[in-house]
């Protein structure tokens, strides 16, 4: 009897113990998790979206702004008409466009089915029905008066000129957690800043979602984005985006860009690109066209390289304007390659501004002969190359350029006059505006100012190094000059405006070796040489109308910079 009270004891005991621990274990060590589970039960929260702040020209008018929008909302207690009624009438409104080929009532009939689907729930009592809806449709919804339907304020992102320099602002989507992000260009590299800080607001609510009026309400204010103030100027920037089209549709081409920088300073006043997209409606486009190939695109530059390889060599003394080139005379063999001029024309005993104006491959070579493969090396990395330039984009790439210590004469040889290495757009002229700054290289900047209610900030230019002196800046300056008043594309020259530039005809690797008909056109320029103004790069890739870029993308190049002397109020002289 007494073993038996025991055990019954024991029993009892050990049951208590494990009653106790179960307690224990739920209101202290699961108690942060029970409580938050309870308060979900009568309280929601929602994160409120700070307004995003705006990317402005440089004359202040908007390129990136926000707009009113509106997220429609049915609150089910408060409905009283016909569900089906009341979507069939929102449809239409809601339905995105139809694609082309796709029947128009397609997308309505679908929309009108996902709206009678969502207003016949029975777990919830707020139901966003369609978000982002424009003040328009927000007016003609609220027309027809139904009880229960409401809207939230929201913003809208709008790109006043549309697709106007939309590879260069980027665009603002949704990330992985359905809240609002930049994109690529401005959008993408200074999201962080434009997005502002979110706000918070948490509510007492019933067992039905309902806010309880005398319940708890706490907010946290969101705070606005910060402003952009770009240098790009809305104006030239129209001027440049048509131009490129139509230039790319005259010389037949498959794309083309164009980059318009002030050397000293390193504001980029114009970028453009085309094919292109419309930011406002991104998702109707192929990712491919949302990358920027201005500073994203690699290509082998060919002979608008020849002014930075000359410019190297003049700086480290192995050569000067006047020395004369003694193999100059016919094609040049390095190893089992041949090295001929473009136009199968030969120049015995020619000058090195000579050599730059006829565009001499094999003045080039023994250019990069008389440099040496390591200085080389050194000049077009104190250049900028095999390095992004940091400018304010999101997107940017580099190229790699072969190590120090592995060039053989042939890579020597061919990257003089520019086969055989890789540069993307923004590297070259940036390279070149550092000839034009009298050999200093600069950061490429968008963005002048940050600017939020009364605080701004100025983003000053960033001098990044010296890449040449000013003696050798000089000389490749002037031969430049020759270059553009006799060279093969001196038909296109405008006399007294004082530009100085380099065409470059670039044969482009395929599978091994060069595409034997399709090349990669460029001309590069400053002008006033002898006090620039402004420093402009065309590329146009693969045009049909003519291989050469002294027939397609010089033409186009001061075809754009006749209006960039009335922007710069340039008058010619004698």
Request: proline residues 5%.
């Amino acid at each position: 009897m007494n073993l038996r009270f025991r055990l019954v004891w024991l029993v009892f005991f050990v049951g208590f113990l494990l009653v106790l621990g179960r307690l224990f274990y739920w209101q202290v060590v699961k108690a942060k998790d029970l409580s938050i589970q309870a308060r979900k039960q009568y309280q929601t929260g929602e994160s409120m979206s700070a307004p995003r702040g705006n990317i402005f020209a440089n004359d202040g008018s908007i390129l990136a702004g926000r707009d009113d929008g509106w997220t429609v909302y049915a609150y089910l207690p408060e409905v009283t008409a016909d569900k089906n009624k009341i979507a069939d009438q929102l449809a239409p409104l809601l339905a995105e466009e139809a694609e082309e080929g796709e029947d128009p009532l397609k997308p309505v009939l679908n929309e009108a089915s996902h709206i009678k689907e969502l207003l016949g729930s029975t777990d919830l009592s707020w139901i966003p029905l369609k978000r982002k809806v424009e003040t328009d449709i927000k007016k003609n919804i609220e027309s027809f008066g139904f009880d229960g339907i409401g809207f939230e304020s929201t913003d809208l992102r709008i790109y006043p000129e549309a697709s106007a320099a939309a590879q260069m602002l980027g665009f603002v989507g949704k990330n992985n957690e359905g809240s609002d992000q930049g994109y690529f260009g401005l959008e993408g590299f200074y999201d962080l800043i434009l997005s502002g800080k979110p706000g918070y607001m948490s509510r007492d609510t019933d067992a039905k979602g309902a806010p309880i009026l005398i319940g708890d309400l706490k907010e946290v204010s969101a705070v606005k984005g910060i402003d952009l103030v770009t240098n790009i100027d809305k104006g030239i920037q129209i001027d440049v985006e048509k131009k490129l089209k139509d230039g790319i549709e005259k010389y037949s081409a498959k794309a083309g860009t164009v980059i318009v920088m002030e050397p000293k300073t390193g504001a980029v006043i114009a970028m453009a690109s085309y094919p292109s997209y419309d930011p406002a409606d991104y998702s109707e486009f192929t990712n491919d066209l949302f990358k920027n190939p201005a500073i994203s695109d690699s290509f082998e530059p060919g002979s608008v390289f020849k002014v930075v390889v000359m410019a190297s060599a003049l700086d480290a003394g192995v050569i000067k304007p006047e020395t004369k080139c003694d193999i100059c005379g016919e094609a040049l063999k390095v190893d089992k390659y041949f090295i001929e001029t473009w136009n199968n024309k030969y120049h015995p005993d020619a000058t090195m501004t000579e050599v730059i104006v006829n565009s001499d491959n094999v003045g080039m070579a023994f250019v990069g002969q008389k440099l040496g493969a390591d200085k080389f090396y050194d000049y077009i990395r104190a250049f900028g190359f095999g390095e992004i330039t940091g400018v304010d984009l999101e997107g940017e790439s580099s190229p790699e350029i072969r190590e120090k210590g592995t060039w053989n004469i042939v890579d020597l040889a061919t990257a003089s006059f520019g086969q055989g290495i890789a540069v993307t757009p923004i590297q070259i002229i940036r390279a070149v505006g550092a000839i034009a700054n009298d050999g200093v290289l600069v950061k490429p900047m968008v963005v002048r100012k940050l600017v939020q209610d009364t605080w701004s900030e100025e983003i000053k230019p960033q001098e990044v190094g010296r890449a040449v002196g000013k003696e050798a800046a000089d000389d490749i300056t002037n031969m430049m000059v020759e270059a553009a008043k006799s060279g093969e594309s001196k038909w296109t020259y405008l006399r007294g405006f004082g530009v100085a530039g380099k065409t470059g005809t670039a044969q482009i690797p395929i599978a091994g070796h060069y595409d034997a008909k399709n090349t990669i056109a460029s001309f590069v320029g400053f002008a006033p040489y002898d006090n620039p103004k402004f420093v402009m790069l065309v590329t146009l890739r693969e045009p049909q109308s003519s291989q050469w870029a002294s027939e397609t993308a010089a033409p186009l190049w001061y075809s754009i910079a006749k209006d960039l002397f009335l922007y710069y109020g340039m008058q010619p002289k004698d």
